[in-house]
């Protein structure tokens, strides 16, 4: 199934954009170090959560739809949410984060992290953080914890 995903994924992401943005991570991490990229990814997944901001949600359902609407609009992929014990599961699956390269999976899925901790603070999720618990997966998924994360 990996290089079906691999197709897809390759296809989703404009031509006009891939030779440009490989080109701008090569040089993003020949000139700033990894964990600076990643708070830059970050802020500009704070940013980007500002300037799309999401309607009210009275349950893990409705945030759910919410954010798939937000994301199939955008061809961004699509999210599943799961409440745990101690936190909400947030999995993305099929970001277009490959556009700036493999290499840079070490850094651009901070983008998401700061849209998630931003839309979920905003509906109310004060003190509680949302951390990255995986890597980009050969399955498309990054997966994210909403929850109480020790410093």
């Known amino acids: 199934m990996v290089p079906i995903l691999d197709y897809l994924l390759e296809r989703q992401i404009s031509p006009q954009w891939r030779g440009m943005l490989s080109a701008l991570a090569t040089e993003f991490e020949a000139q700033i170090g990894r964990d600076e990229l990643r708070q830059l990814m970050y802020r500009v997944g704070c940013r980007f959560a500002a300037a799309h901001q999401l309607p009210a949600c009275g349950s893990t359902a409705e945030l759910g739809h919410a954010l798939n609407l937000l994301w199939q609009d955008m061809d961004w992929g699509y999210v599943e949410l799961s409440d745990e014990a101690e936190s909400l599961r947030i999995v993305h699956y099929c970001a277009p984060l490959q556009a700036f390269g493999n290499p840079a999976l070490a850094w651009t ?28 997966g050969a399955d498309t998924a990054i997966e994210f914890r909403l929850g109480r994360h020790p410093v």
């Open 109 to 136: 899925p901070a983008f998401l992290e700061g849209v998630y901790q931003t839309w979920l603070s905003a509906l109310g999720a004060q003190g509680l953080s949302v951390v990255q618990t995986s890597e980009f």
